[in-house]
């Protein structure tokens, strides 16, 4: 089993930073594939960010691509996502979800609870 909890996510305006923690407790993160997904009011939950656990190599949605940066610590045991250059529109919900073997963009294994990012205009 690996719980993961979220942080960092809060109010900040538009053109502004917030960095997103994804801590894992229970196995160690960096056997895992660790992506950040969104979910907007009224929206499907959608895919942000991916790190994974072959040589680190990333994936981003075009939407955040150039203005979001995901990383991990392994000796943390924590994945980050760098948020730079916020808009409005990333007002969301956000999530970190960790898998040993996703399916492409899919993340079946385990879900945190949640962060809220609202960015004001």
């Known amino acids: 089993q690996v719980q993961l909890v979220e942080s960092g996510g809060g109010l900040v305006q538009a053109g502004g930073s917030l960095r997103l923690s994804c801590a894992a407790s229970?196995?160690?993160?960096?056997?895992?594939?660790v992506a950040w997904f969104r979910q907007a009011p009224g929206k499907e939950r959608e895919f942000a960010a991916a790190?994974?656990?072959?040589?680190?190599?990333?994936d981003y949605a075009d939407s955040v691509k150039g203005r979001f940066t995901i990383s991990r610590d392994n000796a943390e045991n924590t994945v980050y996502l760098q948020m730079n250059a916020l808009k409005p529109d990333d007002t969301a919900v956000y999530y970190c979800?960790?898998?040993?073997?996703?399916?492409?963009?899919?993340?079946?294994?385990?879900w945190g609870q949640g962060t809220q990012v609202t960015v004001s205009s």
């Open positions: 979800a960790a898998d040993r073997y996703p399916i492409s963009r899919s993340f079946d294994g385990y």
């Open positions: 229970g196995r160690t993160l960096s056997y895992y594939a």
């Open positions: 790190i994974y656990w072959r040589g680190n190599d990333t």
